[in-house]
């Protein structure tokens, strides 16, 4: 059985996070953005410097829900991969950069989530 095993050191260089609570006066890209904007800012990264964006939901019925997301911001030209993994969506997105960095595949990605409960 072939086994991919950790490289190299995976570090969190940037966080963003938008208050918990209900806010039915935004969309789940609103909220998405929040988050996203500050943590490029946090990580002292431009949006060239990543390679891939992890966007980790839950409920929302929608589709490329992060593509959409990060295109508002003009964030667009890399790979954007949606996880919806139930209640572990955003430990999933999470894990799924982690793996892309450690492996020596990309040197830098962005991995975040939101969600819009009913």
């Not at 963003?16 to 806010?23: A, D, E, M, N, V």
């Not at 209640?87 to 939101?114: D, K, R, V």
Request: with cysteine; charged share 15%; glycine share 12%.
């Amino acid at each position: 059985m072939n086994q991919i095993k950790p490289g190299r050191e995976v570090m969190v260089v940037g966080v963003g996070l938008h208050p918990f609570g209900r806010f039915p006066d935004k969309d789940l890209g609103a909220l998405a953005i929040e988050a996203v904007v500050p943590a490029l800012k946090d990580a002292g990264v431009r949006w060239k410097d990543i390679a891939i964006a992890y966007f980790g939901h839950v409920y929302y019925q929608g589709m490329s829900v992060g593509d959409t997301t990060l295109s508002k911001l003009g964030l667009t030209g890399v790979p954007i991969v949606n996880v919806e993994n139930a209640c572990s969506s955003g430990s999933t997105a999470f894990w799924q950069a982690y793996w892309g960095i450690t492996t020596g595949l990309y040197e830098m990605a962005l991995a975040f989530g939101a969600e819009k409960v009913p």
